[in-house]
């Protein structure tokens, strides 16, 4: 069965990285195309970046140079590095991906920007 893990999130403080990993099982980002969303408490999911399995990627504005996605050469895990960090890109952080026509999702993982 598929399925999304992500990892990497913690408590920082504004200005500092933090890179955030999702591994994929049964499931290579070699040949699908995965987003990050992101959602604080009260608030609507936001889209984060995109990677297609062609390796292109595409950011919101609102993290445009400062996230970078990567991605390892076997296709199995796929990164977010967030570099400059700010108080508003606090928030559960998800990886996704659609696979045979099925949106699957990670259960997330926390990430708090403070000062």
């Known amino acids: 069965q598929v399925q999304l893990v992500e990892s990497g999130g913690d408590f920082i403080q504004a200005g500092g990285s933090l890179r955030l990993s999702c591994i994929g099982h049964?499931?290579?980002?070699?040949?699908?195309?995965m987003d990050w969303y992101r959602q604080a408490p009260g608030m609507q999911r936001e889209w984060v970046a995109g990677?297609?399995?062609?390796?292109?990627?595409d950011y919101a504005e609102s993290v445009k140079g400062r996230f970078t996605v990567a991605r390892d050469k076997d296709g199995a895990t796929v990164y977010l590095e967030m570099n400059s960090l700010k108080p508003e890109d606090t928030g559960v952080y998800y990886c996704?991906?659609?696979?045979?026509?099925?949106?699957?999702w990670g259960q997330g993982t926390q990430v708090t920007v403070s000062s």
């Open positions: 990677l297609t399995s062609y390796g292109s990627t």
């Open positions: 049964g499931i290579l980002f070699t040949n699908n195309d």
């Open positions: 996704t991906s659609m696979i045979r026509g099925y949106d699957y």
